[in-house]
């Protein structure tokens, strides 16, 4: 089965670091392009990173201001967050999503983890 | 950023009778292929969110045809044409033009 599993989440003081994990199984992990979205649980969802197949190209939401860093480890078939300068407003269900090409020239997110908790408190 | 706005926020739907949920976006979402760049997910209770429709109206694999998905530039519609209560959860729009990619505020359908 395809899968995806986030772990690495935790409790942190502010200013703190965490790194998140997200092992994939069940497909060709080096093939696609990888994201990390976040969710206040019963709140909306906010995409976060994304990284290429061979992890040349990340993007990030411009709330990350350079705290996060996205990569992939392709022979373990493991996504990564680091992130550092962790705020009260970071605390949140972080996902990995795979995207797909589902038709000519696009993508969606076709595979999700079930998410591991963050919550950035003193 | 491209903001997403759903509404309602909260659907109390009877089974067997239809729903729609609206979706705007703050800027177009047509793709100069001429594909509109609108996705639909569906995060049911206690579980991940997975893939509705992509491209507008394009169902995902699985999706049973009681899904439709409607609407160009910036106003969408996903319609439910007779909700069962498997249907119950938290829909949202995104858009797959720009990055970032942006969700709508999510709208939760509840069995009456």
């Known amino acids: 089965d395809v899968q995806l599993v986030e772990s690495g989440g935790g409790l942190v003081v502010p200013g703190g670091s965490l790194r998140l994990s997200c092992a994939a199984s069940?497909?060709?992990?080096?093939?696609?392009?990888m994201h990390w979205v976040r969710q206040v649980p019963g709140k909306g969802l906010v995409w976060v990173s994304r990284?290429?197949?061979?992890?040349?190209?990340?993007d990030y939401a411009n709330f990350v201001n350079g705290r996060f860093t996205i990569s992939r480890d392709n022979a373990q078939e493991t996504l990564y967050l680091q992130m550092n300068s962790l705020r009260g407003d970071d605390s949140a269900l972080y996902y990995c999503?795979?995207?797909?090409?589902?038709?000519?020239?696009?993508?969606?997110?076709?595979?999700w983890g079930q998410g591991t908790m963050v919550t950035v408190s003193s | 950023d491209i903001v997403m706005t759903q509404s309602p926020l909260s659907l109390p739907v009877t089974p067997g009778e239809p729903a729609s949920i609206s979706c705007r976006s703050s800027?177009?979402?047509?793709?100069?292929?001429?594909?509109?760049?609108l996705d639909w997910y569906v995060q049911k209770p206690g579980q991940s969110p997975q893939l509705l429709m992509y491209?507008?109206?394009h169902r995902a694999s699985g999706v049973p045809d009681r899904f439709s998905g409607s609407g160009s530039g910036t106003d969408f519609i996903l319609k439910i044409s007779r909700v069962e209560a498997d249907d119950v959860g938290v829909y949202f729009c995104?858009?797959?033009?720009?990055?970032?990619?942006?969700f709508g505020q999510g709208t939760k359908v509840e069995i009456k």
């Open positions: 999503a795979r995207v797909e090409l589902v038709a000519d020239d696009y993508v969606a997110f076709d595979v």
């Open positions: 069940g497909f060709t992990f080096g093939r696609y392009w």
């Open positions: 990284v290429n197949p061979d992890g040349s190209i990340v």
């Open positions: 800027q177009t979402l047509l793709h100069s292929n001429g594909y509109t760049y």
């Open positions: 491209l507008g109206f």
């Open positions: 995104m858009q797959g033009l720009l990055t970032p990619r942006t």
